[in-house]
């Protein structure tokens, strides 16, 4: 029995407004290709094979303005119903208090599992 070929996407860069990526160990048929924004489908993205790399397609993916807010906005790329790659935007100026927060919340953390693990070394 022959296995199914794995699927790989590699984020390439986001310029001008588009995402682009590409995808190895599709075969011989470019997988139909999506990608979500909340839930919503993203219009206009491209699959095209990549000139001079066999066995490689390009991904292109429109950033539309709708999906640019405030925040961490998260997008999943599936290929027939399979998550390959997901990419993150963020923006706005709650950004800078949310990363503070999360660093902050990290550090405390930090220091609980630090002193965890001296009072262990301790008692042993």
Known sequence: MSET?????????????VWDGVMAGAGPTAPVVAVL????EIEG??????????????VRVPIPA?????GVQSFLVQADGT?????????????DQDIRAEIGFLRA????????????VRES
């Open 66 to 70: 709708w999906a640019l807010n405030e």
């Open 109 to 120: 953390e930090l220091d609980l599992l630090k002193r965890a693990f001296q009072r262990h």
């Open 5 to 17: 070929p794995k699927i790989t996407l590699v984020q390439a860069r986001i310029t001008a407004g």
């Open 37 to 40: 924004h909340g839930g919503r």
């Open 83 to 95: 998550t390959l790659a997901e990419f993150t935007l963020v923006a706005g100026v709650p950004l």
């Open 45 to 58: 993205v491209e699959v095209r094979p990549v000139p001079g790399k066999a066995g490689q397609l390009a």
